[in-house]
């Protein structure tokens, strides 16, 4: 079972609050799906063949290219705020 202290701790990881109430939950969910896990994890799978197709491609980013947008009105048109540019709202 996950303690108190691993759910506060992964907590802080991810920068969450939880309440007392919220904690006990998350004890019991992160348990439940760890347990799970086990479960699939015991399960014997060394004679049962892959199905379906893997892919062998690495990197299958396309390349990068600057394309030049006629229609900057439309955008801005959606913006709250713009003086010929978008503002982004600060941090």
């Known amino acids: 079972m996950v303690s108190l202290e691993e759910v506060e701790y992964i907590a802080n990881l991810a ?3 939880f309440s007392e109430e919220e904690k006990i939950k998350m004890q019991e969910d992160l348990s439940n799906i760890l ?6 994890n015991d399960i014997d799978t060394k004679d049962i063949e892959v199905e379906g197709m893997m892919s062998t ?10 394309i ?6 439309r955008i801005l048109e ?10 982004a709202p600060e941090k």
């Open 15 to 17: 920068k969450l609050k």
């Open 68 to 73: 030049k947008f006629e229609d900057s009105k």
């Open 57 to 66: 491609n690495l990197n299958v980013m396309r390349k990068d290219e600057n």
């Open 35 to 40: 347990d799970y896990m086990k479960v699939l």
């Open 78 to 87: 959606n913006s709250v705020t713009s003086e010929n540019f978008i503002i």
